[in-house]
């Protein structure tokens, strides 16, 4: 009996797999946020206080400026929102869905893209948010990103359309999303000195 040489294998050119959304439902519930992005496993260690408490302000004020007045609903991390053509997904700090898409709201978390998305920046995570992210959002048909950077205590709103455009605002956001009355957030509020 012949017998033949057993084949050699280079791993490293070997495509590896693709990490989905469904794996990282997987991964162990250890304080961390794990996302799937463009095949890739992404993990977020857990949040400073300052990045808390900015998030908590900002959920403070959109309250009353779009789910109060009945616009849709609000939401914080960590909450997953799942892209199921690509199986990506992802956690973001805070997320707002129009009455007009409440479909993709379910028990196990939004399936679909959410109107607004917002990001705040840790050092961890922002050329994540600033690079990936910001592709993601725009290719699954999230409409407005917005980048909170604390150290320069600035807010970067994408609009994303047929011609995605970005403005910068330092003292006063306004809250657009296509609803009326849009209002405003004083980011001076925002930004405000911890204690």
């Not at 260690?45 to 408490?53: D, E, F, G, L, Y």
């Not at 960590?78 to 009455?99: A, H, I, R, Y």
């Not at 909170?148 to 994303?160: L, Q």
Request: hydrophobic share 35%.
């Amino acid at each position: 009996m012949e017998r033949t040489p057993a084949r050699s294998y280079d791993v490293s050119t070997m495509p590896l797999p693709s990490i989905t959304w469904q794996d990282v439902q997987q991964m162990p519930d250890d304080g961390n946020r794990y996302e799937a992005i463009e095949g890739e496993l992404y993990m977020t260690p857990a949040p400073s206080i300052r990045h808390h408490r900015l998030s908590r302000r900002l959920y403070d004020a959109l309250k009353p400026l779009l789910p109060d007045p009945g616009h849709g609903e609000l939401f914080w991390a960590p909450v997953g929102v799942q892209f199921p053509l690509t199986g990506e997904g992802v956690q973001p700090d805070l997320m707002f869905v129009s009455n007009e898409r409440r479909g993709m709201v379910g028990e196990a978390g939004i399936l679909g893209a959410p109107d607004l998305v917002v990001e705040i920046l840790s050092p961890s995570t922002a050329s994540r948010d600033r690079g990936i992210k910001l592709r993601l959002y725009r290719r699954q048909g999230v409409r407005e990103y917005w980048i909170v950077d604390p150290d320069e205590e600035a807010v970067d709103v994408w609009c994303f359309g047929e011609a995605p455009e970005r403005e910068r605002f330092t003292t006063t956001l306004p809250v657009r999303l296509g609803v009326e009355p849009g209002g405003s957030i004083d980011l001076e509020d925002v930004f405000a000195p911890d204690f």
